[in-house]
């Protein structure tokens, strides 16, 4: 049995190309709908733990999977805005306790949250050094952000325009790095949390400016009046918000009619949250609220869905490559009948050289196996930083 | 199918990330049990909310001695220490300034003149400016000194005790109790507050700073504010001022926030006003508490009345 063996795996050796296209082939055959089932299912759960932990979200009509996805996961879309008065009427209702979200700008490629205090109370988001915001410019970065922006405590981090040409829009503010938080394995990681008003300073909802009173204010005023005093564009607004000029930062108008994203509402028990969805149900509303539980059930079921066009795909290249395996090894024979005569003149009989051809075929098997449970397992270890690297960038 | 390769993207990216999530299910409980830590921004409703909550409450009102809550900005720590707060009283109407600026739980705000905003006193003289998109608008404020008018210090407490029923109801009737008997007490200085200022009879008095908006106006008083302060002597261009003011408006008191100087009493008498003493409280006297600061004022008053 031995002599066999060691036949098998010379002859496999000595071919190390066809050997390895033969492995490489039924390797990713076991492999994609393996690593694909992996992937699907612990998305499914990952997905399902942050929507569960989410009891109602509140916001514009519109897409509710953009909705979640933007408030949820921090995605790139800007579902449609609401007002701000939402989250105050939730408190007034004394059925929830309203979470605003902003969630619109970004710092290179980590999303800005404006959100209030209470959130981090609500994600139990720990510090892993310095304090919680605390006035308006400040921010407080998520474990991954502060490596990613390679800040700490003390330094400072800008918001980006929302496009390259956004010259006469919204500035970038440059806002005080407080406090990092612990890792939490959550898209909050990732996320740079500012208070919803630092959010409206820098859509310029509110500012800062140099007394225009003042003599040194003088170009930028057009005219003076007993009612007051009007100045054009050229009067100097703050970029940053410190100690000496926050006195100076004000908001314009009712807030209740400033941008939210969404705000998550948090019941005050079962029947409450049950009351508060039913506020929403008149078709006249401006707003809705959602379970963020059904939308990403749903959007599982979309993925599931693909995930089966994908595996019965794989299925067929499965088929396809087993028959060429064969169609390999049948042509093979033909190519090694002098070996297997040589085999029979010294005294190798049919058993042995079937037995010999079996090996082969068991020792291909073995090899594509356990290379695609390593890979199964690195997916499963590795692959949000694979994805992230060579994907997503 | 907008998101659509970008969802899967996200969904694998998301599940492969190695530990499982440690979220929890979340809850909007504040501890229903325990000592209630309550913040305030001024005096009068630290000592309104200690009245109604007793000994089930710690109330906390930072602000250091001698220093003007109004105008007083608290530094991050002490932010700090109001964000931990169950409940978090404001007076509104533009008081504490830097509440506006600071990241406070939104949902343990209480704006105790909220639901009075149609009686708040808006100040004129405001500087209107144009720039950017928004267009015309202006800083325009709001006469905060709310508490000197009892009747909407009332309702200030009321909505104190609102919101301390609404964080542990369990504790309603013991409240409403308490609140009985300010209420009472607040009620009886109001009324003592009206007679002394009827006795006043409509002569022409004057305010050393302009923060009696709301007691002139509840209490009837014709007044007239001017911007001196009580530990200062003022300039010889104030003197002249006040009797420019006085031609028209012939005042034989003025109300002071706390003890002029002697020099300026002496100086005023001379030109027949007598100095009276009636401290807002916006910060916790060395002595006695909102009411005997109340009484203090209402004495002075009807000692005035009787010269």
Known sequence: ?393 | MRAGFGLLLMSMLLACTPESSRESAPTSETASSGILNIYTVNYPLAYMAQRIVGSTGDVSFPTPPDVDPATWSPGPETIIDYQQADLILLNGAGYAAWVANASLPRSRLVDTTAGIADRLIPIESSVTHSHGPTGDHSHSGTAFTTWLDLEIALEQARAVLDALVRARPEQEEEFRRAFATLEAELQDADAQLIAAARKLNNQPVLFSHPVYQYFARRYELNGYAVHWEPDELPEDALWVQLKAVLREHPAKIMIWESDPLPETRQRLLKLGIESVVLQPGGNKPPEGDLLDLFRAGISAIEGATKI
């Open chain 1, 1 to 393: 049995m031995k002599g066999i063996f060691y036949l098998a795996w010379r002859y496999l050796a000595y071919n190390r190309w066809k050997t390895s296209i033969l492995v490489g082939s039924i390797m990713l055959i076991i492999y994609l709908p393996v690593g694909l089932n992996v992937v699907v299912e612990e998305s499914g759960e990952h997905l399902m733990a942050r929507a569960e932990a989410t009891p109602l979200l509140v916001g514009a009509k519109g897409s509710p999977l953009e909705l979640v996805l933007n408030s949820l996961y921090f995605s790139l879309e800007t579902p449609e805005l609401m007002d701000y008065a939402a989250a105050t009427s939730i408190i007034e209702s004394g059925l929830a306790e309203p979470i605003p979200l902003y969630v619109r700008f970004r710092s290179r490629e980590q999303p800005i949250v404006g959100t209030s205090i209470e959130y981090f109370g609500f994600r139990d988001l720990q510090l892993a050094s310095g304090r919680m915001p605390a006035l308006l410019g400040e921010c407080v970065l998520g474990a991954a952000a502060a490596e990613t922006l390679g800040v700490t405590v003390g330094d400072s981090v800008v918001s980006s325009p929302e496009t390259a040409f956004d010259l006469a829009g919204i500035y970038p503010l440059k806002m005080s790095v407080v406090g990092v938080l612990a890792p939490n394995f959550t898209p909050d990681d990732d996320a740079i949390f500012i208070d919803v008003k630092t959010a409206w300073v820098i859509e310029g909802l509110g500012h800062g400016h140099q007394d225009l009173a003042r003599p040194e204010a003088a170009a930028a005023v057009l005219r003076r009046s007993k009612d007051g005093i009007v100045a054009n564009a050229s009067v100097v607004q703050f970029n940053q918000i410190t100690e000496s000029n926050i006195d100076t930062f004000h908001f314009h108008g009712d807030l209740g009619g400033y941008p939210l994203t969404a705000v998550v509402a948090v019941p005050n028990d079962q029947k409450s949250g049950v009351i508060l969805m039913g506020r929403y149900v008149d078709g006249e509303a401006r707003n809705q609220i959602i379970r963020p539980n059904d939308v990403v059930d749903d959007l599982l079921d979309t993925i599931l869905t693909i995930q089966q066009f994908i595996v019965a795909a794989v299925i067929i290249v499965a088929i396809a490559t087993i028959a060429t395996a064969a169609l390999v090894f049948l042509l093979s024979l033909r190519l090694r009948r002098s070996e297997i005569e040589t085999i029979g003149k010294i005294g190798g009989g049919r058993w042995h050289v079937a037995s010999m051809l079996l090996t082969e075929i068991i020792i291909v098997l073995i090899l594509s196996s356990s290379l695609a449970l390593g890979l199964t397992v690195l997916t499963w270890r590795y692959g949000s930083t694979i994805i992230e690297r060579f994907v997503l960038s």
